[in-house]
């Protein structure tokens, strides 16, 4: 098991969260605004004082060993942090610094040359473009080699070129870790990501690891358990093909491969047609 969450929650949260990660994987972290998904992020990144339950990274808990977690640990906050006189070199090196990297010199030079950042490494950080910026917090959240790495809507502002080139610095990395994303980019998700979570109202609500094959039916009223597919929600089931719902066309809104059923899901809840709980 690579990271864990145990009825984890702040103090003052009515909700606790409880999941799994057993192996390196994109998970897309998926709800509509407010629905609690930065809070997550920083739940699982450490980033509040106290805590009720437990996270589990490797050998490492949140807990007991806050410190030695939080290094394994990257994130890409929604925006990149900085103060006017910094460059990018000097981001990287208070970063290497906070997380105690060994070699820092030679890791800052890497990781530099693999953003495409050599250039603009003197350059104030405030000078730099959007899409420059956000290689660059990329960049520090994955400075430490971390065994989990949480990005909070790494999207935002990117044009379709600038995305497309941050799913391949991303897939470019070693795939001995997790990236929890979490984005309002729905197509952007389910094209990229092996397992979608969906958050409502503070609580995951729906959880799917996924092929391109694999198939999504929400249906009209709670279907059972079958040998012909797997219920992820009173209302979802998962299966591998589409003909394994032949019983269900006439009682389902909708039922279609995975990257096409979930904007749908999203859409019927935009227009008040449907709702989670």
Known sequence: MLF??????????????SFTIEQPQIVGLMGINGAGKSSLLRLIGGAHD???????LGR???????????????FMVDQLPYTNRQTPKQYL???????QIENSAAVIEATLAAFDLTQL????????????RQRLNLAQALLNSPSLVLLDEPLNGLDPNQQDRFWQMLKEQPNQRAIIIASHH???????CDRIMII???????????TSTSYLALTKEPVNESEHWQVLHPQIALANSATAFASLNQACYLCEPVDKA????????ADGDWQWS
Do not use: W
């Open 4 to 17: 864990s969450a145990e009825q984890l929650r702040t103090p003052r949260a009515t909700q606790a969260y």
């Open 50 to 56: 106290q805590y009720l339950g437990q996270a589990t």
């Open 60 to 74: 490492h808990t949140l807990l007991t060993h806050p410190a030695d977690y939080r290094r394994h640990i990257g």
């Open 93 to 99: 090196q208070l970063i290497a610094a906070a997380k």
């Open 121 to 132: 490494s003197q350059q104030l950080i405030r000078t730099l473009s959007l899409g420059q």
């Open 186 to 192: 729905i197509n952007e998700l389910v094209s990229h």
């Open 200 to 210: 409502d109202q503070q609580q995951i609500v729906f959880d799917c690891e996924y």
């Open 262 to 269: 979930l904007p749908g899901i999203f859409k019927l809840m």
